[in-house]
């Protein structure tokens, strides 16, 4: 081991590298580490460092005795144009504005409001008037036995008025009354029937609780 490490670093010292074999396989390791210590070092940073001299490709030129640098006082020309509104009157305040030649310019310019005076203003009197008319436009108008049971035929539409009206007769359950103020019917039989009808909605009513029940555990267990 002690001689290919001699003979490394003697050929590092020349300034190469011979190619090393090895009779056992146990001593290429050691071979293969001792060549990566005698590489030369990478030139990276010398490519990567300024010179401290301009380049003869673009050499700096001198400023001429008699002219001065470019700086804060000599400001480059603007690029765009100033806007009429901002340039400077003749009169020289710098804060006043100069509307354009523009026939449109007085369109943006607020229109004077109405001028109220004391003569002028309307009285109690007149206002209580104006809200008394504007409430008695949007009053609804005087019931009848037929209002909210009749529905007006609009375009000779006679199919849609019939159907609205016997959605309205059934929903408000005018049969049931015609029907049972057609015969007298006996106290008893009325309390019965009404007994009868408070059970059924209550059984709809616990009914439609445990089916919300029952879909609320479902849910949960999803």
Same mark, same amino acid.
């Given at each position: 081991?002690?001689?290919?490490?001699?003979?490394? =670093?003697?050929?590092?010292?020349?300034?190469?590298?011979?190619?090393?074999?090895?009779?056992?396989?146990?001593?290429?390791?050691?071979?293969?580490?001792?060549?990566?210590?005698?590489?030369?070092?990478?030139?990276?940073?010398?490519? /990567?460092?300024?010179?401290?001299?301009?380049?003869?490709?673009?050499?700096?030129?001198?400023?001429?005795?008699? &002219?001065?640098?470019?700086?804060? $006082? $000599?400001?480059?020309?603007?690029?765009?144009?100033?806007?009429? &509104? /901002?340039?400077?009157?003749?009169?020289?305040?710098?804060?006043? =504005?100069?509307?354009?030649?523009?026939?449109?310019?007085?369109?943006?310019?607020?229109?004077?409001?109405?001028?109220?005076?004391?003569?002028?203003?309307?009285?109690?009197?007149?206002?209580?008037?104006? &809200?008394?008319?504007?409430?008695?436009?949007?009053?609804?108008?005087?019931?009848?036995?037929?209002?909210?049971?009749?529905?007006?035929?609009? !375009? !000779?539409? /006679?199919? @849609?008025?019939?159907?609205?009206?016997?959605?309205?007769?059934?929903?408000?359950?005018?049969?049931?009354?015609?029907?049972?103020? $057609?015969?007298?019917?006996?106290?008893?039989?009325?309390?019965?029937? /009404?007994?009868? =009808?408070?059970? &059924?909605?209550?059984?709809?009513?616990?009914?439609?609780?445990?089916? $919300?029940?029952?879909? @609320? =555990?479902?849910?949960?267990?999803?």
């Amino acid at each position: 081991m002690s001689t290919l490490l001699r003979q490394a =670093i003697a050929s590092s010292s020349r300034g190469f590298t011979p190619l090393l074999r090895t009779s056992s396989p146990a001593l290429a390791p050691l071979s293969r580490r001792a060549l990566s210590t005698t590489r030369p070092c990478r030139t990276d940073d010398d490519a /990567l460092s300024f010179p401290d001299t301009p380049s003869r490709a673009n050499p700096v030129a001198p400023i001429p005795r008699n &002219r001065t640098a470019p700086g804060w $006082q $000599q400001p480059p020309a603007p690029l765009y144009s100033l806007s009429p &509104r /901002l340039a400077q009157t003749g009169t020289g305040q710098p804060g006043s =504005i100069r509307p354009p030649p523009t026939a449109g310019f007085g369109a943006i310019l607020p229109t004077p409001g109405k001028e109220w005076t004391k003569e002028s203003l309307p009285t109690v009197a007149e206002k209580w008037e104006r &809200r008394s008319i504007n409430f008695l436009a949007r009053r609804h108008k005087v019931g009848t036995p037929t209002s909210g049971r009749s529905v007006a035929v609009v !375009g !000779g539409e /006679l199919l @849609k008025a019939y159907y609205r009206l016997s959605k309205i007769v059934t929903t408000n359950g005018i049969r049931t009354m015609w029907h049972r103020d $057609q015969r007298h019917t006996p106290p008893s039989v009325l309390r019965r029937e /009404l007994r009868s =009808i408070r059970h &059924r909605t209550r059984y709809a009513e616990a009914l439609r609780r445990k089916v $919300q029940i029952v879909q @609320k =555990i479902r849910s949960i267990a999803r």
